[in-house]
T-cell receptor, first 109, second 113 residues
Framework: RKEVEQDPGPFNVPEGATVAFNCTYSNSASQSFFWYRQDCRKEPKLLMSVYSSGNEDGRFTAQLNRASQYISLLIRDSKLSDSATYLCVVKGGNEKLTFGTGTRLTIIP | EAGVAQSPRYKIIEKRQSVAFWCNPISGHATLYWYQQILGQGPKLLIQFQNNGVVDDSQLPKDRFSAERLKGVDSTLKIQPAKLEDSAVYLC???????????FGSGTRLTVV
């Protein structure tokens, strides 16, 4: 089983729609969780951290379920500029980051 | 704040040749990472430094890859000899440690022909 698993997509979603991604992780001792965004031929950039209580940043909402070991990202009112690959990232001991394969999202006009 | 600097941006070499990449992290960041990202996959950790000490190099193919971080600042990653399957983007990231996000450099795109 992979340490971090994501549906690679692609997700093709009309502009204005809501889209959700899930990610599962295998190590129950994982400490911190993040969503990164990666545009084509660019480096990954931190989108948001994920907290147990859930957190929201504008149109983006992240949730963590430690009991089921999954993380989710919800994007509301999607924009064309949201088209990118979304990487689920889990931090374990020694601050090692483990990345999922990423979920490719394309917003269609 | 200056970002993570990497060079070169692109490199094309023939198989069995050697290549080196350079990374200068954000000033004051104690932790430095090298990741390999093959097309269509997520980044895979090759090596992690804390200051100038290696924390994790379990996924570094040590028969051909080496890395160093002298004086706990900038770092070099070397491949010798390169294979076709080494074609990838090599990303350097740094962190001040703790519960923070990590900043990536723009990467070096290596093509082995």
């Amino acid at each position: 089983r992979k340490e971090v698993e994501q549906d690679p997509g692609p997700f093709n979603v009309p502009e204005g729609a809501t889209v959700a991604f899930n990610c599962t992780y295998s190590n129950s001792a994982s400490q911190s969780f993040f969503w990164y965004r990666q545009d084509c031929r660019k480096e990954p950039k931190l989108l948001m951290s994920v907290y147990s209580s859930g957190n929201e940043d504008g149109r983006f909402t992240a949730q963590l379920n430690r009991a089921s070991q999954y993380i989710s990202l919800l994007i509301r009112d999607s924009k064309l500029s949201d088209s990118a690959t979304y990487l689920c990232v889990v931090k374990g001991g020694n601050e090692k980051l483990t990345f999922g394969t990423g979920t490719r999202l394309t917003i269609i006009p | 704040e200056a970002g993570v600097a990497q060079s070169p941006r692109y490199k094309i070499i023939e198989k069995r040749q050697s290549v080196a990449f350079w990374c200068n992290p954000i000033s004051g960041h104690a932790t430095l990472y090298w990741y390999q990202q093959i097309l269509g996959q997520g980044p895979k950790l090759l090596i992690q430094f804390q200051n100038n000490g290696v924390v994790d190099d379990s996924q570094l193919p040590k028969d051909r890859f080496s890395a160093e971080r002298l004086k706990g600042v900038d770092s070099t990653l070397k491949i010798q000899p390169a294979k076709l399957e080494d074609s990838a983007v090599y990303l350097c990231a740094s962190s001040p440690s703790g519960y923070y996000g990590y900043t990536f450099g723009s990467g070096t795109r290596l093509t082995v022909v």
